[in-house]
């Protein structure tokens, strides 16, 4: 998490990533959940199922109430908080972009509205949410890979049959931040630094430290390390002992037994924050 009044919420952009829990659920290492959350945001989409209102939603600067049956959808990168309104209680999920490859393929350039708010139409809509929470495995972060796609996509089919799409109108600094992100994630095996992936985009040194720090709460070598590190954790979770530690680390960008351990230590003691 930032230090800023916006943070980025890495966590939720680990690979293939799916939070569904209802507000005062409890999951397994978990503390009970609640609505109220600070500004941040995250390269996934999100969606708030409100079963009772009034909820303060704010989303890139727009306030609005969310009443009992109202949707509200936060799309990629769009800064948002909820406040703890009393009696408030809602479904709430997150679920990673590959979950939306279909859609964005299907759709380009749209999105789902932000808010949803007609009774007759959510009722359908809350049916489906109903029927995948009653056979969500509570493990943390773990669910079927195949069975959110089939899940999700029933669910995005019945908003698009209800309400249809919006035109993205998206600012400049947020395109420039999701360029970037996914350029470094292609290329995070490489001998990235601020200097090269500046010069990549037509940026000075300045303005792209200045937007990433501002988005991501952190400086661009701390989230390089991280996710770094995270890719390390994905392929040896995949190979196993058929490849040795360090092997991994250099082919995942680390230079050094040195370095590759003290970025695996700080991502271990910020996950654990």
Not at 61 to 71: N, T
């Amino acid at each position: 998490m930032g230090n800023g009044t916006n943070y980025y919420e890495k966590i939720a952009d680990i690979d293939r990533y799916c939070y569904f829990v209802r507000s005062g659920e409890t999951f397994r290492d978990e503390l009970k959940h609640e609505i109220a959350c600070l500004p941040h945001f995250h390269k996934n989409r999100e969606f708030l199922f409100c079963l009772q209102g009034p909820q303060e939603v704010i989303i890139s600067g727009q306030k609005i109430i969310a009443e009992s049956g109202d949707i509200i959808y936060v799309d990629d990168f769009e800064v948002h908080s909820y406040s703890n309104c009393k009696n408030a209680e809602a479904y709430m999920l997150v679920l990673s972009s590959c979950y939306f490859d279909l859609f964005d393929q299907c759709f380009v350039n749209q999105r789902l509205p932000r808010l949803m708010r007609n009774a007759d139409k959510n009722a359908r809509i809350f049916s489906i949410v109903e029927d995948w929470k009653n056979s969500y495995r509570k493990e943390k972060y773990v669910e079927d890979y195949y069975q959110i796609m089939v899940n999700g996509n029933r669910l995005f089919l019945a908003m698009m049959e209800e309400y249809g799409t919006q035109k993205r109108s998206d600012s400049l600094n947020k395109m420039n931040i999701i360029n970037i992100l996914n350029y470094i994630d292609a290329h995070y095996n490489e001998d990235l630094n601020v200097e090269t992936i500046a010069r990549h985009f037509g940026f000075t040194k300045q303005y792209f430290a200045r937007i990433f720090n501002a988005y991501l709460g952190e400086n661009f070598r701390s989230y390089l390390n991280d996710l770094r590190v995270n890719k390390f954790l994905q392929i040896r979770k995949r190979v196993g002992k058929q490849e040795t530690v360090m092997k991994i680390a250099l082919d995942c960008g680390f230079n050094s037994e040195a370095t590759f351990y003290r970025a695996y230590k700080n991502y271990l003691k910020n996950k654990n924050v």
